[in-house]
């Protein structure tokens, strides 16, 4: 192996340890610092140099133990001065020479994952609620602002002030980095279910599995969900968002023809579907009903099963289907919801039905920038004869697409109108 060869695969062992460990060496910090944004701060730095300096010095034996020890440094460096590093700096003497065995000591009995530990913990009941899925997605598994906004509907700027105020509520009230007995878990999950599916979507939006991180997330996402329902069996949420899952990871590969386009749902070969994980799925779903206690995953997952039964039976299920986004609506008054409610409501009655049922941007104006309420509302007004509004919403959805492939085929909806307008 030559020098570059050498540079290159210890950078590649430095980013897999960012991905693998991030989470649980910014917990161990953070428990010891009573600082979540210290403790990322220092972590940050700390790949920083990682990244700089592993190709000369070479791959240490333990990595976490190797960045564990700069992150401790970077923290006491920052607290130098101040009363508080006499504390802090007792506490983070503890960590000098243990490195990843002290981290694995801290691992509780009763979670089998380090993540999973973690995110129940950063579901405390004393951090708002509706900022301890987002905190999980960036403390825990990385995901910055931007991609956090995006799956929670919020612009990146608003959610970085919420989660700065998050992790300030933490450090100045003193809230403990302390893993929850067993039996508070049930109490905690919904903010670790809600993390979880936000980033599995996340990844899901590289259908191809050409960006690592991506995969790794999508992957990391799924094997989080079974955990849960190993941890948690007689819990239906839990069972429900897995069966969802499984039923989008199981039209994975349909999602791209052999050119890389995209392929929407409606035109997708079920014969390229994986079997095995819609049985899976279907199993899961049915002993979340048997449990008698329904919930927005099972009837998310619900729904995915309807659509897989539709396509593969050629049954037209169409009532069905706007019964369960009725209740799902009902149950989350999701703008999301809405928007796909809209679109099945458009299949059993009319366009022009559907164009009444979406939401309006005047009561919610987070829709603005949400493509995939441009998108329907361009197929819907097609269908509806309205031409010349529709090129204007495919316009706006095709400005806000992050996913190339599915860029060319809004266009390609879009230059089909335009075609058509012509020969009029």
């Not at 694995?104 to 129940?120: K, S, V, Y």
């Not at 999980?136 to 929670?152: E, M, N, R, T």
């Not at 104006?365 to 361009?378: D, G, H, K, V």
Request: glycine share 6%; aromatic share 6%; net charge negative.
């Amino acid at each position: 192996m030559n020098s570059r060869e050498g540079d290159e695969q210890a950078r590649t062992t430095a980013e897999a340890v960012a991905r693998r460990s991030y989470g649980k060496l910014i917990a161990f910090l953070a428990a010891r610092t009573g600082d979540v944004a210290a403790a990322e701060d220092a972590l940050s730095e700390a790949f920083a140099v990682a990244l700089a300096d592993w190709p000369r010095k070479g791959s240490p034996a333990s990595p976490e133990a190797w960045l564990l020890t700069v992150a401790r440094r970077k923290i006491i460096d920052a607290y130098r001065g101040q009363r508080r590093h006499e504390i802090v700096g007792e506490e983070l003497q503890v960590t000098e020479g243990l490195g990843a065995a002290a981290i694995a000591a801290e691992g509780p009995n009763q979670i089998p994952d380090q993540r999973l530990a973690l995110m129940f913990v950063c579901s405390h009941p004393a951090i708002e609620a509706g900022i301890r899925a987002p905190l999980i997605l960036q403390v825990i598994l990385g995901l910055d602002a931007k991609a956090i906004a995006s799956a929670f509907l919020m612009s990146p700027a608003a959610m970085s002030k919420r989660l700065v105020r998050a992790k300030e509520k933490i450090r100045q009230a003193g809230i403990p980095f302390r893993v929850p007995e067993r039996e508070e878990l049930p109490s905690r999950l919904d903010a670790v279910l809600d993390a979880v599916y936000a980033a599995f979507a996340e990844g899901w939006t590289d259908p191809a599995g050409t960006d690592v991180a991506r995969r790794d997330l999508t992957e990391e996402a799924m094997f989080l969900a079974q955990l849960v329902t190993e941890l948690l069996p007689e819990e239906p949420e839990a069972l429900g968002l897995l069966a969802l899952m499984l039923h989008a990871e199981a039209r994975r590969r349909a999602r791209r023809g052999g050119d890389g386009e995209y392929v929407p749902l409606a035109e997708q070969d079920p014969a390229s579907w994986d079997l095995r994980m819609i049985e899976e799925a279907e199993a899961l779903l049915r002993r979340a009903s048997a449990l008698g206690v329904i919930g927005r995953y099972q009837l998310e997952g619900a729904l995915q099963s309807a659509h897989v039964d539709r396509y593969r039976t050629g049954r037209a299920n169409w009532a069905e289907v706007v019964r369960l986004y009725d209740a799902l609506l009902a149950l989350s008054g999701s703008p999301v919801v809405a928007i796909n409610r809209a679109l099945a409501v458009a299949e059993l009655q009319s366009a022009r039905d559907a164009l009444r049922a979406m939401p309006e941007l005047s009561s919610d104006a987070r829709l603005a920038e949400y493509q995939p309420y441009w998108a329907a509302r361009a197929e819907l007004l097609v269908k509806a004869g309205e031409k010349e509004e529709a090129r204007r919403a495919y316009e706006i959805a095709i400005g806000l697409e992050r996913d190339p492939a599915v860029r060319r085929f809004l266009q390609k909806r879009q230059s089909a109108l335009a075609s058509v307008a012509e020969g009029e």
